[in-house]
């Protein structure tokens, strides 16, 4: 009975040792599979923010910070690819802000990595008019405090790259439309240069 279990001992301390050399050989030999879940690996998102930082332009408008970084705090709730715990800043964000003086449109570009959407497409779209949302005739009510300022966002994904783009102007028109059709114009101009810079990556 005794030389049974001496067996079975050495039997489990054997295979234990192969399987503890196979999982270290494994690990070995593929350390690209060791990686954080949320990590983003790809050439368009580094590709795009050379050209918007270098080659983008947009007739009227004006790039404010050339290359200066510029990080925004972020709440705590939200602990993703983004998150720094030190200091709650998105780090693997860029922010670009363009200006347009003559017409008084201010709008905000953000590129972030992607890792879910595979081509081009919408996420989201949102926009505010005091018209509509703060006047007398609106339905929403009027509340005098609140700014006059018009305020329209979209949200696009392509391989690679997600793009955020805010423009807000407070000398609109009553329904919004400066703000909005800037936005569009902005959008179609940047998405249009963009989809032929990363042309080559799309057929990988």
């Known amino acids: 009975m005794k030389k049974n279990k001496f067996v079975y001992t050495g039997f489990v301390i054997v295979a234990t040792i192969i399987i503890t050399i196979f999982i270290m050989n494994t690990l070995d030999n593929?350390?690209?599979e060791i990686k954080n879940e949320n990590e983003?690996?790809?050439e368009?998102?580094?590709?795009?923010?050379?050209?918007?930082?270098n080659d983008f332009y947009?007739?009227?408008?004006?790039?404010?910070l050339q290359g200066d970084s510029?990080?925004?705090?972020?709440?705590?709730?939200?602990?993703?690819?983004?998150?720094?715990k030190s200091n709650n800043l998105y780090q693997t964000s860029r922010n670009f802000i363009y200006v347009n003086s003559?017409?008084?449109?201010?709008?905000?570009?953000?590129?972030?990595k992607n890792d879910t959407y595979k081509t081009s497409e919408w996420v989201a779209a949102n926009g505010y008019f005091?018209?509509?949302?703060?006047?007398e005739n609106s339905p929403y009510g009027f509340k005098e405090?609140?700014?006059?300022?018009?305020?329209?966002?979209y949200v696009i994904a392509d391989k690679g790259y997600m793009l955020t783009m805010t423009a807000f102007s407070q000398e609109d028109t009553k329904d919004g439309s400066l703000a909005l059709e800037e936005l569009s114009s902005f959008t179609q101009e940047l998405t249009n240069k963009l989809k032929t810079l990363t042309k080559g990556e799309d057929k990988k």
């Open 58 to 64: 947009v007739e009227g408008y004006e790039e404010l």
């Open 102 to 112: 003559n017409k008084s449109v201010i709008i905000l570009l953000t590129t972030s």
């Open 30 to 32: 593929n350390p690209k």
């Open 145 to 153: 405090n609140l700014p006059e300022t018009s305020i329209f966002s």
């Open 44 to 53: 368009n998102y580094d590709k795009i923010n050379d050209f918007i930082k």
């Open 70 to 84: 510029y990080l925004v705090g972020v709440p705590d709730s939200v602990n993703g690819i983004e998150a720094n």
């Open 40 to 42: 983003v690996n790809n």
């Open 130 to 135: 005091p018209e509509r949302f703060n006047s």
